[in-house]
């Protein structure tokens, strides 16, 4: 009977359940913060706040990988070990037998400000001015700016404050002539486009060094310069209903800031008070989608523009599928990408799409059947094919003959290792092993607590490998970054098996 009743218990037992608990500090000073309000992602609808010594703890969870985050005024919302508040990478959270989840310490990022006063050279405040501030990857000549920024405008008195920034370089742009009373003038004039620190010419501008949870002041100068009148013509028979004109000028670090966007009526529009400079007249329709741009150099004089007659290229697609897709009834989706632009679409039964107007640049292409499908062949004509990417013309017929492996794996798991123990909050990097300069085709994550990691849409090859304790993926997509660090890089080949797991050793300093 004893051994019956043992036998009983032991199937009756209730499973282990474990807890995740911490403190919540800022992770400039590592002070408690009070009034955090803490998830456990989707694995629970429990949130908890934090009280003054900034702990929080939830109990009864089962074994599995938790997604840690944290939320506060003056730091929105974050994850655990996020490195950045522009890189969200973050360390999930695995709990097991000999897992260690409790009396974790979750540093929260400060937010950061610029603020200033824009002024026209008298001391006169500049309302209605829009301040954007690009933020800054890459070093030396290959600086460059984040696709994304942030935007303030200036207020009655001239000033602006733009909240919400992670720490780091910013190319800081006062843009958008204002509609208000300019000093006397025989001929018109506005206000043009400036560049931090108060440059006319974007090749002038410099940086704003941004500290993390800091208000840093950047103050501007903007004179005033002639201005003409653009008269601006569709030349199109019907112009798409809702279609604007958007003007864009040269930024610094590769950013087109736009001063302006018009709305157009019939085939013909004009914009007054233009700042003497050179602009981009873009073409979109009432989805925001670009039909065609025109460059012109406005003069006192005004000047004349005509969009439509050069359209952008005309891009036709062709996909083959090999192998068998994980999920065959989901639609077939090709995306062009690239840093300010992106194309999509979803293809025929005929495994074709036509794109009839695509701005020119590199783009990376991705196929999509439910998931990422490995690409292993790209045929073009009209266009140039260069590390991976498809260097779209400014205009004329592009054809892409695609061939996508949908049989081969596309996520490439592994754990990151120092010696023989898994390390976590590693940012793990996966570079082509040649062609560096192909940034697209960088793959980042950051370690769990378990050492894991994932990395997606992973074509087979030979890459380099990389496991740094810091930094955030900004800071190395960078072909001269990866060029000083590739002696240290683990080599790599990618095979396209499901069932490949790569182990990445701690990368030396």
């Excluded at 409790?102 to 929260?108: A, D, M, P, S, T």
């Excluded at 207020?155 to 190319?171: K, M, N, V």
């Excluded at 966007?261 to 007054?272: A, D, H, R, S, Y």
């Excluded at 800071?475 to 990445?504: C, E, F, P, R």
Aim: aromatic share 8%.
């Amino acid at each position: 009977m004893l051994a019956h009743l043992l036998l009983v218990a032991f199937f009756f037992q209730p499973n282990p359940t474990y807890v995740i608990s911490g403190t919540v500090v800022n992770r400039i000073d590592g002070k408690p913060l009070e009034g955090v309000r803490v998830s456990l992602g989707a694995a629970t609808s429990e949130t908890l706040t934090t009280g003054r010594d900034g702990k929080f703890r939830f109990e009864g969870l089962k074994q599995g990988k938790y997604g840690l985050r944290a939320e506060r005024n003056g730091f929105g919302r974050q994850s655990y070990r996020q490195r950045s508040l522009y890189a969200n990478l973050s360390t999930g959270i695995v709990t097991g037998e000999h897992e260690t989840t409790e009396n974790l310490v979750f540093g929260l990022i400060p937010e950061s400000v610029i603020s200033g006063t824009i002024t026209d050279g008298r001391g006169n405040p500049v309302p209605g001015l829009r301040v954007l501030a690009y933020p800054i990857s890459g070093v030396g000549e290959n600086r460059r700016a984040v696709a994304t920024f942030r935007a303030g405008i200036s207020d009655d008195r001239g000033e602006y404050r733009i909240p919400g920034l992670p720490a780091g370089s910013y190319a800081l742009v006062y843009a958008g002539w204002t509609t208000e009373a300019l000093p006397d003038s025989t001929t018109p004039s506005a206000y043009p486009t400036t560049y931090f620190p108060g440059a006319a010419s974007a090749s002038d501008a410099g940086l704003l060094r941004v500290e993390s949870g800091k208000e840093t002041r950047a103050d501007a100068i903007v004179r005033p310069v002639a201005a003409g009148r653009v008269t601006v013509k569709i030349d199109a028979p019907n112009p798409p209903q809702r279609s604007t004109v958007r003007i864009t000028t040269q930024g610094p670090f590769g950013t087109e800031p736009w001063v302006a966007t018009i709305q157009v009526f019939g085939n013909q529009t004009v914009v007054e008070r233009v700042p003497v400079g050179r602009y981009h007249f873009n073409l979109l329709d009432g989805e925001d989608r670009p039909l065609g741009r025109s460059l012109v150099d406005v003069g006192p004089s005004g000047a004349s523009v005509t969009i439509g007659s050069v359209p952008f290229a005309r891009v036709v697609e062709k996909v083959e599928i090999q192998g068998t897709p994980a999920n065959p009834s989901s639609p077939t989706v090709v995306r062009l990408l690239s840093p300010g632009m992106q194309g999509n679409r979803t293809l025929d039964a005929e495994g074709g799409a036509v794109i009839p107007s695509l701005p020119p640049g590199p783009y990376e292409i991705m196929v999509i059947k439910g998931s990422n499908l490995a690409i292993t062949s790209v045929i073009a004509e009209g266009a140039s094919v260069v590390g991976g990417l498809v260097h779209i013309p400014e205009t004329g017929n592009v054809n892409l003959t695609i061939v996508a492996n949908a049989s081969i794996a596309q996520a490439v798991g592994g754990r990151v290792l120092r010696g023989e123990k898994p390390e976590s909050g590693m940012l793990v990097a996966l570079v082509p092993s040649k062609n560096w300069r192909n940034i697209l085709a960088y793959r980042f994550d950051q370690s769990d607590s378990d050492g894991t990691f994932n990395w997606g849409a992973v074509p087979p090859g030979d890459y380099l490998a990389f496991a740094f304790e810091d930094g955030d993926p900004s800071d190395y997509a960078d072909a001269n970054v990866i060029t000083g660090l590739a002696a240290k890089g683990q080599k790599v080949t990618i095979t396209g098996d499901a069932k490949q797991s790569i182990s990445v050793q701690v990368t030396p300093r």
